[in-house]
């Protein structure tokens, strides 16, 4: 038996042991600040979609997405607890600490899970509702279970996990998936390898201990800066895509535009740093870059429908 496996095994009991879990417990298994993003780009699905929802039913909607992500994210804590412990930026998790049992957040997930589907189906609409479940489906088994500690692939095809929001959120309001929502999954789809790589970069000694084999482990730190600069370039005319489809006006076009230079800026300056460099600041730089951008780029989405509808 490994020591990762020893230790998962030595946690869970103590977890099971100890109890005692407070209800800032239960919403660190939610990855708050994750479902932060997952529910600012459901919002902006929602508010491009052509249509009206009626304000509750918005409502209901929104917190069905956060509360699907969120049980994902729980169900994610359950079955990584073994190299979330090994790991500095996950080693503070519920689970790890023996806060939480693994079987109470496996249950606790799966039960959010299912509820927020349903919820969805009954007040909103099925159609919100299948998509949902996908989303959620796929972050669990196809990336947690199958990709992350099989391929360095894992972020590019796990990414389409967190793509699902805007396509969800449209869905609500139509009741259909076209072309626009489409592209508002594939802009989140191509985001996700540099922004995580960008993290990977300066995590990489950590996930090389957990066995987790990210492109920067696999392949190096060279090769993993040319294909962060490859996506950032293949995401440039994705942030202007809802401007051509019309969807977003001019403004939205202009800011998605400046943004997505800046991405490209970031890329070219990770691409530059030497790669033996300790303190990564261009990668970390990138990284923080990233998490502004997505917010913008929907921000953006947002204000322009906002304002033609005034």
């Known amino acids: 038996m490994s020591d990762v496996t020893l230790d998962r095994t030595a946690r869970s009991a103590s977890a099971e042991a100890e109890g005692g879990a407070t209800w800032q417990d239960y919403l660190a298994l939610l990855k708050p600040r994750v479902m932060t993003l997952v529910v600012f780009t459901g919002i902006a699905g929602l508010i491009a979609a052509p249509g009206h929802l009626h304000p509750v039913l918005a409502a209901t909607a929104v917190l069905c997405i956060a509360v699907g992500a969120g049980a994902a994210g729980a169900i994610n804590m359950w079955y990584d607890r073994d190299i979330d412990a090994v790991m500095s930026r996950t080693c503070g998790r519920p689970i790890v600490r023996g806060r939480i049992a693994p079987s109470e957040a496996l249950a606790f997930g799966v039960f959010l899970s299912v509820a927020a589907v349903l919820v969805m189906g009954l007040a909103v609409n099925w159609v919100a509702a299948a998509v949902l479940a996908a989303a959620s489906a796929f972050y669990v088994f196809v990336y947690t279970m199958w990709l992350k500690r099989r391929t360095p692939q894992n972020i590019v095809i796990g990414g389409a996990a967190g793509s699902f929001p805007p396509m969800i959120g449209w869905a609500a309001v139509t009741g259909d998936v076209t072309l626009a929502p489409i592209v508002l999954f594939a802009l989140i789809f191509m985001w996700t390898p540099p922004h995580f790589w960008a993290l990977a970069l300066f995590r990489s000694g950590e996930y090389a201990?957990?066995?987790?084999?990210?492109?920067?482990?696999?392949?190096?730190?060279?090769?993993?800066?040319?294909?962060?600069?490859?996506?950032?370039?293949?995401?440039?005319?994705?942030?202007?895509?809802?401007?051509?489809?019309g969807t977003a006006g001019l403004t939205y076009a202009i800011g998605a535009g400046l943004l997505g230079a800046l991405f490209i800026l970031c890329a070219v300056r990770v691409l530059r740093e030497d790669d033996a460099a300790t303190n990564h600041r261009a990668a970390k730089q990138m990284f923080g870059y990233s998490i502004f951008y997505l917010f913008a780029i929907f921000g953006l989405l947002i204000v322009d429908h906002t304002a033609v509808h005034l």
């Open 209 to 245: 201990k957990a066995g987790v084999p990210m492109l920067p482990v696999v392949s190096g730190a060279r090769e993993t800066k040319r294909q962060m600069l490859a996506y950032t370039l293949a995401l440039f005319p994705l942030g202007l895509a809802p401007w051509f489809l």
